[in-house]
């Protein structure tokens, strides 16, 4: 069975999938690298580390696919580049160490509206962070792009809140790709697409979650 990695496992979508992935038989064992504590489980490694000083060579890198979800707001960062920092520059560098200890499968969580020419600072650090784990040359990369995203988050977002609020309301007249995503399903497509570590670029949009 799969060792998989999940980076980003204390976010709203992360931790999601970390209850899936521990729930799950084709799972052997999770990695699940942080900044703070998991709460303790026997399948799950969870090694504390400052993402600004990955340890290159330590063993736990070692494993068949990674999820990432590592996501944050510019609000939330304090500026464009500590977001840049966390949204691109961490992505790539887990893919690119996982990848240099074996690991073939890689699942990104991006968002809707992800291009790295778009005149949007956030749609263009996304489609930035795509193009990049593109390059790295992974035979598996599945990127979904969620909308909006439904589901309780550990901090409050005030801007976010009122979105939900009236996309909920006006679901009807708001087109597929743009509604709201439960945080559940975007886990699920990850889990299911890093774990089945199909071939080649594959993309899921938000109307296919």
Known sequence: MPVLMLVGATGL??????RHALADARVDRIVAPSRRALPAHPRLDNPL?????????????????????????????GS???????????PLAV????????ARSFAFNSA??????????????????????RACGYASL????????GGERAERRTAES????LLGALRPLVPPRYRVVPAGQVAR?????????????????SEAI
């Open 189 to 205: 497509r990850l889990l299911d697409a890093a774990l089945a570590a199909r071939d080649g670029l594959h993309i899921i949009e």
């Open 49 to 77: 580390v400052d993402f600004d000083r990955l340890p290159g060579d330590a063993s736990w890198w070692a494993v068949d696919a990674v999820i990432c979800t590592l996501g944050t707001t510019i609000r939330a960062a």
């Open 13 to 18: 979508v992360g931790s999601a999938v970390l």
């Open 112 to 133: 809707v509206g992800a291009d790295p020419g778009s005149r949007i600072f956030y749609n263009r650090v996304k489609g930035e962070a795509e193009q990049a784990l």
């Open 80 to 90: 464009q580049a500590a977001f840049r920092k966390v949204d691109l520059e961490y």
């Open 142 to 149: 599945t990127i979904v792009r969620p909308a909006l995203l």
């Open 162 to 165: 009122i979105s939900l609020g």
């Open 95 to 102: 893919a690119r160490l996982a990848q240099r200890h074996g």
